[in-house]
């Protein structure tokens, strides 16, 4: 189902990443055994986080392992000493890794010279588990991927990154609106382009025309972690990017609203959107443990696969 790694979408393909979408779908509908009795998962966190740190030891423990969280002050990978050697160290002890960091490098050297499973956890270039979660909260809405229009307005971040990918390999249509200079990188759409599966990506610069059609509207926050000094001379710039009740009402009335949270209520989204009853957040925040249990158990259970 998974390579050794899952440090990004383009490490599934189409039939992996439905295998994956049914196994999660299974795991949260019938409850999961210990089918990683005695298994441990590394958790190295460089940034601060609720879902992910939370998701995954809760994933371990509902799957009969074990989590270790080290913070970046306990491990100071980079500093103190290099990734390959954390990756090194930790192969000797437990079972897994995932990793929470600024530079996506970071991720793929422990991948390299791991020798376990490593999952990225959020990199500045991907955020593959959070869009797994996100196309598993649409998967339980509306049963299939194939045709649904998502459209994802903002900062073409490392979430709409991975959205872009997961969204071709499933089916979905997905549309990017930013400001002119804050899109999709090219690298990103060629790849996405170039992926099977039936899906498209367009990148726009009109919120309005974005979200025309869409089945689900996405936003995430103006600044990522680590950029949070650009957050005021973005503001400007994404000001007519806000997904607030003017915008909500250009899509269809039964469009979902969408999230990877922290929000940042009143700028990239407002309190009356986020709690509405269209909003699917909270959802998308579960389907993050769901997600990265049926990851783990494709990583380490082996006759799940």
């Known amino acids: ?14 039939q992996s990443l439905a295998r994956l ?3 999660s779908l299974g795991m949260k509908r019938d409850g999961v055994g210990p ?11 460089e940034k601060p986080s609720l879902r992910t740190r939370v998701s ?20 100071q990978m980079g500093d103190r000493e290099p990734p390959r ?12 890794i995932a990793a929470r960091t600024f530079d996506h490098e970071t991720v793929l050297e422990l991948a390299r010279y791991a020798d376990v499973p490593v999952v990225n956890a959020l990199s500045e270039d991907e955020h593959p588990c959070q869009a797994l979660a996100d196309l598993l909260t649409l998967r339980e809405r509306f049963g299939s991927l194939a045709g649904v229009r998502l459209a994802y307005v903002g900062d073409g971040n490392n979430v709409a990154r991975s959205l ?17 200079g804050f899109g999709l990188p090219a690298e990103t759409l060629e790849r996405a382009c170039a992926l099977s599966g039936g899906g498209s990506v367009t990148q726009l610069y009109d919120a309005h025309e974005a979200v025309r059609d869409a089945t689900a509207v996405y936003t995430d926050v103006w600044a990522s972690m680590g950029h949070e000094a650009e957050l005021e001379s973005r503001k400007e710039h994404f000001a007519a990017f806000r997904l607030d009740a003017a915008l909500l009402a250009a899509a269809p009335a039964d469009a979902l609203v969408m999230h990877d949270l922290p929000a940042h209520r009143g700028e990239e989204i407002t309190d009356d959107v986020i709690e509405s009853s269209r909003s699917v957040v909270f959802d998308q925040a579960e389907n993050r443990m769901h997600a990265q249990q049926a990851v783990l158990a494709a990583l380490l259970g082996g006759s799940l696969g």
């Open 56 to 75: 995954f030891e809760m994933a371990m423990r509902r799957l009969g392992g074990h989590a270790i969280y080290m913070s970046a002050h306990e491990v």
């Open 164 to 180: 872009a990918y997961a969204s071709v390999m499933a089916g979905m249509d997905f549309v990017c609106a930013s400001p002119p």
């Open 1 to 14: 189902m998974l390579g050794r790694d899952f440090v990004s979408m383009l490490d599934l393909n189409p």
């Open 21 to 23: 979408l049914d196994l």
């Open 35 to 45: 089918v990683l009795q005695g298994q441990t998962l590394a958790l190295i966190f």
């Open 85 to 96: 050697d954390v990756a090194r160290v930790l192969s000797r002890m437990v079972q897994a």
